[in-house]
């Protein structure tokens, strides 16, 4: 027989172990095929591995688990790990979704395997596309500012960008590249951190490198390779868009 597959994306160590440990303890058949400590890592494995099952903690840096439970669509069943979000839970309820409160409780555990099993025995999926939007819009106010003001190095001087100029950002070796429609510099902080950062309606990361304005995207087409590859407005610069993070583009 095949042991179910799954996968755990959790940014905090301590408490991915945890849920690991327990893991192995309540549904030892599980096969888990990889630990993430970030939502990037968590799209990246959710394509490799194809998981059947995927534990999510909704707030990672840079991807949410919300992103990644879209990305994932109805291919595998979500519980989602999350601290005591009020709006986020009554549209888990609403929308039957089972979730898990941080720290992750042994008895609620052990209700969520009985559940995913059953979903897994029976062969149900679950769009939750809808329910993913809900949360998103609900949590939305309680989101931190994010950044307002970068200061970039431009040849030998310094400058300062508005984040609202700014189109996109890209690494580039040791450094992040940071475009505006008029001009160019780099900064030191590596873009997984800056991912982290910035407000995820506002910028999307599109590829492991780039991370892009979505408001400034001028579109998106495939390559001579089969790949996408977007462009911004006011840039010729040609960006490329991952497989992990074609979903975004789904119906355009």
């Known amino acids: 027989m095949t042991r179910p597959t799954a996968i755990?994306?959790?940014d905090e160590t301590p408490q991915r172990q945890e849920l690991r440990t327990l893991l192995v303890e309540l549904w030892p058949e599980l096969n888990i095929v990889a630990e993430c400590e970030d939502g990037l890592t968590a799209l990246e494995a959710l394509e490799s591995h194809r998981p059947q099952v995927a534990f999510l903690d909704i707030r990672m840096p840079g991807v949410s688990g919300l992103e990644v439970a879209r990305a994932a669509g109805s291919q595998c069943h979500v519980i989602f790990l999350t601290a005591y979000e009020e709006y986020a839970l009554r549209a888990f309820d609403e929308?039957?979704?089972?979730?898990?409160?941080k720290p992750v409780a042994r008895e609620r555990l052990g209700l969520a395997i009985q559940r995913a099993r059953s979903r897994l025995d029976?062969?149900?999926h679950v769009d939750m596309t809808a329910l993913i939007d809900m949360v998103q819009a609900r949590l939305a106010p309680s989101g931190k500012a994010g950044i307002k003001w970068i200061t970039v190095s431009v040849g030998n001087?310094?400058?300062m960008y508005s984040i609202d100029e700014v189109l996109f950002f890209q690494a580039q070796d040791k450094y992040t590249r940071v475009v505006t429609a008029a001009s160019e510099g780099h900064i030191r902080t590596p873009l997984k951190e800056l991912a982290g950062a910035l407000d995820s309606e506002t910028f999307w990361q599109v590829h492991r490198s780039v991370i892009v304005r979505v408001g400034a995207i001028h579109g998106v087409e495939k390559g001579d390779d089969g790949k996408l590859?977007?462009?911004v407005r006011g840039r010729p610069d040609v960006l490329p868009v991952s497989s992990t993070f074609q979903h975004r583009f789904r119906g355009m």
């Not at 929308?95 to 409160?101: F, I, Q, R």
Request: aromatic share 6%; net charge negative.
């Open 229 to 231: 590859q977007l462009t």
């Open 8 to 10: 755990i994306a959790e």
């Open 157 to 159: 001087s310094v400058k």
């Open 122 to 124: 029976g062969g149900a």
């Open 95 to 101: 929308g039957a979704v089972d979730y898990l409160l």
